[in-house]
């Protein structure tokens, strides 16, 4: 009996600690990022960029026949094939979002992760379903507020068109993640976006986690 209550009360404890670090992190923010005019500000994140050379215009077919050939991850010619082909720089042009003065978009995972790391600056971070860019994103704040860099990452063709007008501060690429260690092409079915039934099914470029590293250098 005493050690449920002891259990109990530690978890309540670290509910109340949660939520609190959460509604006060995002109230200070608030305040120490509004300029002397009393509009909401957000420092540029000095993000970086990937060579490319887009020169090769039928590309499409040499992945066609790599993904045949099931080469390894480590191929040269898939690395500068997703690296001036897939992967997208990040943007220069002023955010635009649906919501700009709403810091965290997240369900609580942004201020909590950055609790835990300190609230480190200038990190990586990779977001593998990022929607478009803005809606619960887990990744928006600590770009915008600890100038982070990243990669994310968005198979939905639909949805990767929106998180593109966003504008991040990001590197993007509109594929999954693999499975396997060597680049494939997998269908989905499409069941609903942002609640809206929307049928029918899409082809994606499916990549390992080793190829975005390789590439970006993170």
């Known amino acids: 009996?005493?050690?449920?209550?002891?259990?109990?009360?530690?978890?309540?404890?670290?509910?109340?600690?949660?939520?609190?670090?959460?509604?006060?992190?995002?109230?200070?923010?608030?305040?120490?990022?509004?300029?002397?005019?009393?509009?909401?500000?957000?420092?540029?994140?000095?993000?970086?960029?990937?060579?490319?050379?887009?020169?090769?215009?039928?590309?499409?077919?040499?992945?066609?026949?790599?993904?045949?050939?099931?080469?390894?991850?480590?191929?040269?010619?898939?690395?500068?094939?997703?690296?001036?082909?897939?992967?997208?720089?990040?943007?220069?042009?002023?955010?635009?979002?649906?919501?700009?003065?709403?810091?965290?978009?997240?369900?609580?995972?942004?201020?909590?992760?950055?609790?835990?790391?300190?609230?480190?600056?200038?990190?990586?971070?990779v977001e593998c379903g990022a929607l478009d860019g803005e809606t619960r994103s887990n990744t928006l704040m600590l770009e915008r507020l600890r100038k982070w860099n990243g990669l994310l990452i968005e198979a939905d063709p639909s949805n990767y068109k929106n998180l593109k007008e966003k504008h991040r501060k990001a590197f993007s690429i509109n594929a999954c993640l693999s499975i396997y260690p060597f680049p494939v092409i997998v269908s989905s079915r499409r069941t609903y976006k942002f609640d809206i039934l929307s049928p029918g099914c899409i082809c994606i470029s499916s990549f390992s986690n080793f190829h975005y590293v390789k590439i970006i250098g993170k």
């Open 1 to 125: 009996m005493v050690k449920t209550r002891v259990c109990t009360t530690f978890v309540a404890v670290f509910v109340v600690f949660f939520v609190l670090t959460i509604f006060v992190y995002r109230f200070l923010n608030r305040v120490s990022n509004k300029s002397s005019d009393g509009k909401f500000y957000i420092p540029m994140n000095p993000h970086m960029y990937i060579q490319q050379d887009k020169s090769q215009t039928d590309y499409s077919k040499e992945m066609d026949q790599l993904n045949r050939e099931q080469v390894s991850m480590d191929d040269p010619r898939l690395i500068q094939l997703i690296r001036n082909h897939w992967i997208e720089n990040p943007s220069d042009a002023e955010y635009n979002l649906q919501f700009p003065d709403l810091l965290d978009p997240s369900a609580g995972q942004a201020p909590f992760v950055d609790n835990r790391m300190s609230f480190k600056e200038r990190g990586f971070y």
